[in-house]
C-alpha cells in the first residue's frame, strides 16, 4: 500500500496525470447523466454510431492539419449527425438502425482511409489506436483541451440539472408530455446536441470504440438494485466517477490502456451488482 | 423555463468554446510561462512509470516540444539505431513501445565523449536507461526528439 501512495504521488507531480484525473471526472460524470436518458429511450446504440462519426471527423482534422484545433470540426460534425439520427422523420425509407449502421460503418472506414492516404504525424497506428481505443489519449491532453472539456461537461452537466423535470417527462412518455403542452421538440434537440457533445467528450477518455461503454454500463449497473429515475441518476453518476478514477489510477500504475482499463472497472461493478441483485431477490 | 432560450443559451456557449479553439497559440503561450512558473524538479526522471504513462509524457514532448526543451531528463527504453540516408550518419535512439506495444515513439539521444559503434554500444533490442538535456529539430511536419550529452548506461529499474 505505502508502494502505491508513494508511485501515486510520485506521478500527480506530472501535469498530464493531474489533467488526466480531472478530466475524466468531469467527462464521466456528464456521460452518465445522459446516459440514463438515452438508454430509458432505448438510444443506445446511437452512441456508438456517433462516436464512429467523430472518430472520422478527426480524422478529417488531422488530414486538414488542425488537430490541435479539432474540436472546431468534431463537435459540428458529430452534433449534426446527432440532430439528424435523433430529429429525423420516423417515416423515412431507411430504418433508423440501418441509418446509423451505415454512417457509424461509412464514417470509421472514410475516417481510416484519410488517415491512412493523407497521413500527417507519420504514427498512424497510434494515432488510430489512441483515438479508436482511447490507450492514451487521456493522458495527452494539453490544458485547454482540459479547459474544453471541463467547461462542456459543466454547461451540460447543468443542463441537465435545470432540465430534469422535463427530460424526466421526455424520457418516460413522451406523447404524455407533448400532449400536456411541453415543447418535447427542443428538448429532444437540447439531447441531440448534448449527446454528441459528450460523445466527443467520452472519446477522449475512453476512444470512440469504447464511448458506449462510458453512457450504458453505469446506467445498466444501476438499474440493476435502484428503480427511481432520481435513485439510478445518481447511482450511475456515482459509480461512472469512482470507474474512471480507479481506471485511469490503474492504469497508470500498471502500465495498462487507460480507455480499456476503465471499461474493464465498469464491467467488474456490473457484475458485482448484478450478482447483489439476483442475491436480493432470493432473500 | 423558455426552451427556446436555454437553446439559444447552449448553441452560444457552444459557438463560443469552438471559436475559442481557433487562439491555441496564444493560450499555450501562456501556458507554457505558467509551467515555468511551476517548480520544476531538476531531472525529468521518467524510470519509474509504466509503459503508458511514459508513451504519454512521450506524446506530449512531441506535442509540446518547447515546454521540454533544455530540461534533463532520464528515461528507460529500448535501444534501436538506424543510418541517416543522406548524410550516412548513425542515428541511435531510445524506444518507448505503448502498453499494447502496437505503437512506439522514439527519442534520438547524442553521446557525449567519443564512442565507436558496435563496440560501445548494446545489441539492438536491449532495455537502456539514457539521461541527458532534451532539444529537438522538425523535418518537414516530424518533430524529432533529442537527448543532447546523453549518458547511456544498462537498464535501471526504478519503482
Known amino acids: ?22 478530466t475524466g471526472v468531469f467527462i464521466s460524470l456528464c456521460s452518465s447523466l445522459y446516459g440514463v436518458v438515452l438508454v430509458m429511450k432505448r438510444y443506445s446504440f446511437i452512441g456508438d454510431g456517433l462516436s464512429h462519426v467523430a472518430f472520422g471527423a478527426m480524422a478529417l482534422a488531422s488530414v486538414l492539419g488542425i488537430l490541435e484545433q479539432k474540436m472546431i470540426v468534431i ?9 439528424f439520427l435523433l430529429r429525423r422523420p420516423q417515416n423515412t425509407k431507411m430504418a433508423g438502425d440501418a441509418l446509423i449502421a451505415v454512417m457509424s460503418v461509412g464514417a470509421l472506414a472514410a475516417g481510416y482511409l484519410m488517415m491512412n492516404v493523407f497521413n500527417t504525424s507519420g504514427n498512424v497506428s497510434g494515432d488510430v489506436c489512441t483515438s479508436l ?5 487521456i493522458l495527452t491532453l494539453n490544458s485547454f483541451d482540459v479547459t474544453m472539456c471541463v467547461v462542456l461537461s459543466i454547461i451540460a452537466s447543468l443542463l441537465f440539472v435545470v432540465l430534469y423535470n422535463k427530460i424526466f417527462a421526455v424520457t418516460f412518455d413522451e406523447n404524455y408530455a407533448k400532449a400536456s ?7 429532444n434537440l437540447i439531447i441531440a446536441v448534448i449527446t454528441a457533445v459528450i460523445i466527443v467528450l467520452g472519446m477522449n477518455l475512453v476512444g470512440s470504440l469504447l464511448t458506449s461503454a462510458l453512457i450504458v454500463f453505469p446506467v445498466l449497473t444501476s438499474l440493476q438494485l435502484f428503480q427511481s429515475f432520481r435513485s439510478v441518476t ?11 478514477l480507479c481506471g485511469i489510477l490503474f492504469s497508470i500504475l500498471a502500465g495498462t490502456p487507460v480507455g480499456s482499463t476503465i471499461v474493464a472497472a465498469e ?17 | 423555463m423558455n426552451l427556446k432560450r436555454i437553446i439559444k443559451a447552449s448553441a452560444a456557449a457552444l459557438l463560443c468554446m469552438t471559436a475559442a479553439c481557433a487562439k491555441p497559440v496564444e493560450k499555450k503561450e501562456s501556458v507554457s510561462s505558467e509551467a515555468a512558473e511551476e517548480k520544476e524538479p531538476d531531472i525529468l526522471d521518467l524510470t519509474f512509470m509504466s509503459s503508458t504513462a511514459v508513451y504519454s509524457e512521450v506524446l506530449n514532448m512531441m506535442t509540446s516540444p518547447e515546454q521540454y526543451r533544455f530540461r534533463k531528463m ?3 527504453g529500448i535501444f534501436g539505431y538506424r543510418t541517416n540516408e543522406e548524410t550516412g550518419k548513425m542515428i541511435f535512439g531510445c524506444v518507448i513501445l505503448d502498453a499494447t506495444q502496437c505503437c512506439e515513439q522514439g527519442i534520438e539521444f547524442i553521446r557525449s565523449g567519443d564512442y565507436t559503434f558496435p563496440d560501445d554500444y548494446p545489441e539492438p533490442g536491449e532495455m537502456i536507461t539514457v539521461e541527458g538535456t532534451f532539444d529537438y529539430y522538425t523535418d518537414g511536419n516530424l518533430v524529432n526528439l533529442q537527448l543532447k550529452d546523453a549518458v547511456m548506461s544498462p537498464y535501471e529499474e526504478n519503482g
Open chain 1, 1 to 22: 500500500m505505502g508502494w502505491i501512495i508513494e508511485q501515486l504521488a510520485k506521478y500527480l507531480s506530472f501535469p498530464f496525470v493531474r489533467y488526466a484525473l480531472i
Open chain 1, 75 to 83: 463537435l459540428p460534425v458529430t452534433i449534426a449527425a446527432a440532430v
Open chain 1, 133 to 137: 481505443f482511447g490507450s492514451t489519449s
Open chain 1, 181 to 187: 403542452g411541453l415543447n418535447t421538440d427542443a428538448c
Open chain 1, 234 to 244: 445518481v447511482c450511475s453518476a456515482v459509480l461512472s466517477v469512482i470507474c474512471s
Open chain 1, 267 to 283: 464491467i467488474a461493478v456490473f457484475i458485482i451488482f448484478y450478482v447483489a441483485a439476483l442475491i436480493r431477490r432470493r432473500a
Open chain 2, 74 to 76: 532520464k528515461i528507460n
